[in-house]
């Protein structure tokens, strides 16, 4: 009987194979007598769904497998295996000999046709296809040698040990068919065996030629036999930038590429959120199964990361980690990733830093609350950051690795400030995060911040100012600084601060003299690129006059506005002198008055015989 001319396939163990009513089940009836010659087997053939045979002996065993129903006979089964031999058959309730239903058969029922076959006398094919099937089978038959020399579980066994254990390919092909075959395959060590000598030919293989054109191979395999196979290489001492490729080679086939569904959420506003959303509500759709099986892989993969720098990519770890919060993994793992990507944060890129804002939880994926919905996550890269930094002071290294992460924050402030929804507080955090020192330039930092200005217009005069400061104006270039000069978007202190320092590096530089506010890192630094040609140095006078020449323009437009302020003054003064010169000439006069009048008074006959002045009788009158 053909492979091509097999009904059913095989179904995995555990299904409800046996448990089916004779009337679901398909009637693939073989009848076949003792001893059958060559000649004899040709009269077998197939119709439909049944088989049928010529014979003169009527069969008296019906055996079910999964959904198929065999008719044989009793005789050929008994005498090789020791299972059914035990059983204690019962009468079939169509008189039709004997019933007998085999539950979690391995292989189903396809292995079992096999075995019949064999203990009929007919050739039997093994192939790693069906080796590991007919070996579980056999054992789940009892088919020892105590029934009969050469029976099925010796025969079997031969085939493993000296055919597929000494082949590559076959060792994979019977590794992936144990897939199926739990937990027959587990006791009987097929699977131990197999992921041993895919282990010994891997290791043997690398260390010798330096191949690692297997990688592929074992990518095919299920996680926990992959695990078990990486497990046996590392005991062998294989290099860590080994196990690290191939861990990463088996990720990029088994876990979805993250960075390709948040590609296009570069940039802001609505329909970037709305994108985001819908690839999150996707995701919210998976299935239950796949889900944890997603979530398993990643958990298992990171358990077995090399713990030596660089074996693995701090790409790789971001991925990982964007993949890790997608599928709920545990919080202790998500941290250690995070603490991982921290150790060699020197070697990330912007992009990798881009990690979207989602919230898992248990099966589904639920977006934050609208008034938090900025577009990545802020804060789990402040932990990276913060793990970056202890990691560095544990190390006690200093301006290398620093200076490399501050142009890596400086260019991810830049890129997350185009968030309308980014509050200042997180942005400021990120921002003051860095030690000062860590900065050798801050142009990068400046971007940033003029960035988010532009972005967040309506910021107040008080907030705008509190953005500033974490920029040291000493550690711009001159294009910043002109630049800066002429931005109406930064507090006008700030730009005072920037023109004096300007002004003030470029006379320092005129005369031969390094700035010392800028620190010792720093004036290392300029001193290595000090002008030394004349060129260069003609330049520099351009650029100084450049700078003079605006602070001129703001020396007259701060005249200008001195002089209108003097002459709003002057009309002030002009003003109340006229009122203090006309209140002293109403005075004089008054006084005047009350001389002449008084004058008169004296001169004046008084028929009363008495003086009266004239301020008194104004007074009393």
């Given at each position: 009987?053909?492979?091509?001319?097999?009904?059913?396939?095989?179904?995995?163990?555990?299904?409800?194979?046996?448990?089916?009513?004779?009337?679901?089940?398909?009637?693939?009836?073989?009848?076949?007598?003792?001893?059958?010659?060559?000649?004899?087997?040709?009269?077998?053939?197939?119709?439909?769904?049944?088989?049928?045979?010529?014979?003169?002996?009527?069969?008296?065993?019906?055996?079910?497998?999964?959904?198929?129903?065999?008719?044989?006979?009793?005789?050929?089964?008994?005498?090789?295996?020791?299972?059914?031999?035990?059983?204690?058959?019962?009468?079939?309730?169509?008189?039709?000999?004997?019933?007998?239903?085999?539950?979690?058969?391995?292989?189903?029922?396809?292995?079992?046709?096999?075995?019949?076959?064999?203990?009929?006398?007919?050739?039997?094919?093994?192939?790693?296809?069906?080796?590991?099937?007919?070996?579980?089978?056999?054992?789940?038959?009892?088919?020892?040698?105590?029934?009969?020399?050469?029976?099925?579980?010796?025969?079997?066994?031969?085939?493993?040990?000296?055919?597929?254990?000494?082949?590559?390919?076959?060792?994979?092909?019977?590794?992936?068919?144990?897939?199926?075959?739990?937990?027959?395959?587990?006791?009987?060590?097929?699977?131990?065996?197999?992921?041993?000598?895919?282990?010994?030919?891997?290791?043997?293989?690398?260390?010798?030629?330096?191949?690692?054109?297997?990688?592929?191979?074992?990518?095919?395999?299920?996680?926990?036999?992959?695990?078990?196979?990486?497990?046996?290489?590392?005991?062998?001492g294989t290099q860590a930038e080994i196990i690290g490729?191939?861990?990463?080679?088996?990720?990029?086939?088994?876990?979805?590429?993250?960075?390709?569904?948040?590609?296009?959420?570069?940039?802001?506003?609505?329909?970037?959120?709305?994108?985001?959303?819908?690839?999150?509500?996707?995701?919210?759709?998976?299935?239950?199964?796949?889900?944890?099986?997603?979530?398993?892989?990643?958990?298992?993969?990171?358990?077995?990361?090399?713990?030596?720098?660089?074996?693995?990519?701090?790409?790789?770890?971001?991925?990982?980690?964007?993949?890790?919060?997608?599928?709920?993994?545990?919080?202790?793992?998500?941290?250690?990733?995070?603490?991982?990507?921290?150790?060699?944060?020197?070697?990330?890129?912007?992009?990798?830093?881009?990690?979207?804002?989602?919230?898992?939880?248990?099966?589904?994926?639920?977006?934050?609350?609208?008034?938090?919905?900025?577009?990545?996550?802020?804060?789990?890269?402040?932990?990276i950051l913060e793990y970056f930094l202890m990691h560095?002071?544990?190390?006690?290294?200093?301006?290398?690795?620093?200076?490399?992460?501050?142009?890596?924050?400086?260019?991810?402030?830049?890129?997350?400030?185009?968030?309308?929804?980014?509050?200042?507080?997180?942005?400021?955090?990120?921002?003051?995060?860095?030690?000062?020192?860590?900065?050798?330039?801050?142009?990068?930092?400046?971007?940033?911040?003029?960035?988010?200005?532009?972005?967040?217009?309506?910021?107040?005069?008080?907030?705008?100012?509190?953005?500033?400061?974490?920029?040291?104006?000493?550690?711009?270039?001159?294009?910043?600084?002109?630049?800066?000069?002429?931005?109406?978007?930064?507090?006008?202190?700030?730009?005072?601060?920037?023109?004096?320092?300007?002004?003030?590096?470029?006379?320092?530089?005129?005369?031969?003299?390094?700035?010392?506010?800028?620190?010792?890192?720093?004036?290392?630094?300029?001193?290595?690129?000090?002008?030394?040609?004349?060129?260069?140095?003609?330049?520099?006078?351009?650029?100084?006059?450049?700078?003079?020449?605006?602070?001129?323009?703001?020396?007259?437009?701060?005249?200008?506005?001195?002089?209108?302020?003097?002459?709003?003054?002057?009309?002030?003064k002009n003003a109340m002198g006229w009122s203090l010169?006309?209140?002293?000439?109403?005075?004089?006069?008054?006084?005047?008055?009350?001389?002449?009048?008084?004058?008169?008074?004296?001169?004046?006959?008084?028929?009363?015989?008495?003086?009266?002045?004239?301020?008194?009788?104004?007074?009393?009158?």
């Amino acid at each position: 009987m053909s492979k091509s001319s097999q009904m059913s396939q095989p179904q995995s163990p555990g299904g409800s194979e046996a448990g089916c009513s004779d009337h679901h089940a398909y009637d693939r009836s073989i009848v076949i007598p003792n001893k059958l010659d060559a000649a004899e087997s040709d009269n077998f053939h197939s119709k439909e769904l049944s088989w049928f045979g010529t014979s003169q002996i009527p069969t008296d065993l019906t055996i079910q497998v999964q959904e198929v129903i065999f008719k044989v006979h009793k005789y050929p089964l008994v005498s090789k295996s020791g299972y059914i031999g035990r059983l204690e058959l019962q009468p079939s309730i169509s008189n039709f000999g004997h019933e007998i239903k085999l539950e979690n058969f391995p292989g189903g029922s396809e292995s079992f046709e096999m075995i019949l076959k064999f203990c009929y006398g007919l050739p039997v094919d093994f192939d790693p296809d069906n080796i590991a099937a007919l070996r579980c089978a056999s054992e789940y038959l009892e088919m020892t040698e105590e029934f009969e020399d050469g029976n099925l579980i010796a025969k079997t066994e031969a085939f493993l040990t000296f055919v597929v254990l000494a082949s590559w390919k076959d060792t994979i092909t019977v590794l992936k068919s144990c897939e199926t075959l739990s937990p027959w395959a587990e006791n009987l060590q097929i699977v131990r065996r197999c992921c041993d000598s895919i282990a010994y030919k891997a290791s043997r293989e690398e260390s010798s030629t330096g191949e690692t054109w297997w990688f592929n191979d074992v990518a095919t395999l299920r996680i926990d036999h992959f695990m078990r196979i990486m497990t046996a290489i590392r005991a062998k001492g294989t290099q860590a930038e080994i196990i690290g490729k191939c861990i990463m080679n088996y990720a990029d086939k088994w876990l979805p590429d993250m960075d390709e569904e948040v590609e296009g959420l570069r940039g802001y506003g609505f329909g970037k959120n709305e994108l985001q959303f819908s690839i999150l509500r996707r995701k919210e759709e998976e299935s239950s199964a796949q889900h944890k099986e997603q979530r398993t892989i990643i958990e298992s993969l990171v358990s077995i990361l090399p713990s030596q720098h660089g074996a693995v990519s701090c790409r790789f770890l971001l991925q990982m980690l964007k993949t890790a919060m997608v599928y709920s993994a545990s919080p202790a793992l998500i941290s250690d990733l995070e603490k991982r990507v921290g150790m060699m944060l020197e070697d990330a890129n912007v992009n990798d830093l881009l990690i979207p804002n989602f919230k898992n939880e248990d099966h589904g994926i639920m977006v934050n609350s609208p008034e938090q919905r900025t577009m990545h996550n802020i804060d789990v890269v402040q932990r990276i950051l913060e793990y970056f930094l202890m990691h560095e002071q544990q190390q006690q290294q200093q301006k290398i690795g620093k200076t490399n992460v501050s142009k890596l924050m400086d260019n991810y402030l830049a890129e997350i400030a185009r968030d309308p929804n980014l509050s200042i507080t997180k942005f400021h955090v990120l921002a003051e995060s860095l030690p000062e020192y860590a900065r050798s330039c801050d142009d990068g930092l400046y971007r940033a911040i003029d960035t988010y200005l532009k972005t967040h217009p309506s910021l107040s005069e008080h907030d705008r100012r509190r953005l500033c400061k974490i920029m040291n104006c000493e550690k711009l270039s001159f294009d910043a600084c002109m630049h800066a000069a002429q931005n109406d978007r930064l507090p006008l202190r700030t730009v005072v601060q920037v023109l004096f320092s300007e002004q003030a590096k470029m006379r320092m530089a005129m005369q031969g003299k390094e700035p010392s506010t800028r620190g010792d890192n720093s004036e290392q630094e300029e001193h290595e690129h000090r002008p030394s040609t004349s060129t260069e140095i003609k330049n520099l006078k351009e650029e100084l006059e450049n700078v003079k020449t605006k602070m001129a323009e703001l020396q007259n437009d701060y005249s200008d506005l001195q002089r209108e302020y003097e002459k709003i003054c002057n009309k002030h003064k002009n003003a109340m002198g006229w009122s203090l010169n006309w209140r002293k000439i109403k005075n004089s006069f008054h006084v005047k008055a009350e001389n002449d009048e008084t004058g008169e008074e004296q001169q004046r006959p008084n028929p009363a015989g008495f003086r009266l002045s004239f301020r008194r009788r104004q007074s009393v009158s």
